[in-house]
């Protein structure tokens, strides 16, 4: 029995290594020519640090543990508070960077959300355990298989797709362009069945995601535990291969996934992941003669994607369950991925907000949001009747409603009609009444809207400071975490060296627009 099991165990090791050369020999810059730089113009390279924020970032500058950033930012424009969009999930955020547009319009309302027309639970990969219990196979097949393929909506235009020439997409989750490649998936996700071994997509022309499609074979993904490539050590060796053949596009993205880790863990006052990231960005800016060069060779945009909000210790009850709140209807189970005729409620929880889908239409979605106000944990609880969006609170009295188009200005040119008690979104008026000003929760109105778009007959719910939404295998993250409407999650830092031209607004909503408008005119 034992002979018969190392046996296979190393015939599966056999096969990984001539599939790793397979890869290394079809992985090669020989095959990508170089692109066409219009005259005149400087090549665009932004670099995404997940969970990057202006504190802890201004602290590792502060001990010398980031030298390229603070080079980087002492030779350009600091945005410290650019507003992200929500919910404050990565894959929703970096659709509205990529696409210019926002979850109503791009169609990616979650890490984990429910299509009320197909009767489909959408769960792209939440944590380890819920992942299991959902089914590694159904998390596989929205990930790699639906998310750039069919569910990221054809209405909308990634800067990929929009910008007339070869661009290029290392490490990044929301990549779509105009140039087909096939992906190969992990050997292991092949040979247990949970992925087709090649992956038909469409990707930017210069396209690097892991080691399931390499650009250079000089790059070292790592195995399992370094995601097949999927972290800051590989996304920088393939942007220096870019560099030293002289292949950087007009237009680059650039993801760093590490530091996102190292908060969830250990906080928001960590510096640890923002020092790894500075060193992969050192040696993209070594790959130059000097730093000097680098910056006046090329346009560079350092942003992080959602802030995180310290979780409370768990004896502090930082954990919501919504199950628990809820217990008088039926829930749907989390390990299915379509509702049983029985089930009144789906839940669709992201780490500190939530979607509370009613799909049994005898029920109210007024008494089910007055039952979610008796948890006091509960930050917002938003809903719309008709045309009239409802806002109430499990830590604050009162009630406030809004309407789109009224006679209330705010900083981005929007207008809202407004009743009740302005305090629930810590809203505060000028001296004429007439222009709001936004505090706790930036652009509120704006970014409740598209989120409600989800569905005709759902809640929104977000936790207060400190707490996170759970809901059966939920993960439940010890340092930090995001998801919600409020500024901790909601604002972070971009960095812009080599041009002088800012955002319409400081809204990564925003930033499609100008990216394209910096390819034009640098």
Not at 42 to 48: A, E, N, S, W
């Amino acid at each position: 029995m034992l002979t018969t099991i190392f046996i296979i165990i190393g015939l599966i090791l056999i096969l990984s290594t001539l599939i790793r050369i397979a890869q290394k020999k079809r992985a090669t810059l020989s095959t990508i020519p170089k692109p066409h730089i219009p005259e005149g113009t400087k090549p665009v390279i932004t670099i995404i640090i997940d969970s990057l924020m202006d504190a802890p970032l201004q602290d590792a500058i502060h001990v010398d543990k980031a030298p390229a950033l603070q080079f980087l930012m002492k030779n350009g424009t600091y945005y410290p508070r650019i507003v992200s969009s929500f919910p404050t999930m990565s894959v929703v955020i970096d659709s509205t960077l990529l696409t210019g547009s926002m979850p109503s319009e791009h169609g990616i309302y979650g890490l984990c959300y429910y299509d009320e027309h197909t009767k489909q639970f959408w769960n792209f990969g939440t944590g380890a355990k819920e992942s299991i219990t959902f089914g590694i196979k159904r998390v596989l097949t929205a990930s790699m298989m639906m998310f750039n393929q069919r569910l990221l909506s054809k209405e909308v235009q990634t800067i990929h797709e929009e910008i007339p020439y070869d661009t290029a997409s290392i490490n990044a989750v929301v990549y779509r362009g105009k140039t087909e490649h096939q992906i190969h998936s992990p050997f292991f996700t092949w040979i247990l069945g949970l992925l087709p071994r090649k992956i038909r997509t469409m990707a930017p022309t210069i396209f690097s995601f892991g080691s399931m499609y390499p650009i250079s074979s000089l790059s070292e993904p790592g195995g399992t535990i370094a995601r097949f490539g999927m972290n800051d050590r590989f996304t920088a060796m393939e942007m220096q291969s870019l560099i030293q053949t002289g292949r950087v596009p007009i237009y680059s993205v650039l993801y760093f996934p590490g530091n996102d880790d190292q908060v969830h863990q250990n906080g928001i006052a960590t510096i640890k992941g923002i020092e790894k990231a500075d060193l992969e960005l050192q040696a993209i800016l070594n790959t130059f003669p000097t730093w000097e060069e680098a910056i006046s060779r090329y346009t560079w945009i350092v942003l992080g994607d959602s802030g995180q909000t310290n979780t409370l210790p768990s004896s502090q009850r930082a954990y919501i369950h919504l199950d628990t709140t809820l217990s008088h209807y039926q829930i749907k189970p989390p390990n299915l991925d379509k509702p049983r005729e029985s089930d009144q409620i789906v839940l669709a929880v992201n780490e500190r907000m939530a979607y509370v889908h009613i799909i049994d239409p005898s029920l109210s979605r007024l008494d089910i949001a007055t039952t979610l106000q008796s948890n006091p944990d509960l930050d917002l609880i938003v809903w719309k009747e008709e045309n009239t969006y409802q806002v109430i609170s499990g830590t604050l009295p009162g009630k406030l409603q809004f309407e789109k188009e009224g006679p209330y200005l705010d900083e981005y040119g929007q207008s809202w009609q407004i009743r009740g008690d302005l305090s629930l979104l810590d809203i505060t008026l000028s001296e004429d009444q007439t222009t709001l000003q936004y505090n706790a929760y930036p652009d509120p109105f704006y970014r409740l809207v598209s989120a409600l778009h989800v569905s005709e007959n759902v809640i929104i719910v977000t936790a207060t400071t400190g707490c996170e939404i759970v809901y059966g295998s939920s993960p439940t993250h010890k340092g930090a975490s995001h998801g919600s409407l409020h500024h901790l999650d909601s604002l972070v830092p971009m960095i812009v060296v080599g041009t002088t031209e800012a955002p319409r607004h400081k809204r990564i909503v925003d930033l499609k627009e100008w990216m394209i408008r910096l390819t034009k005119t640098n």
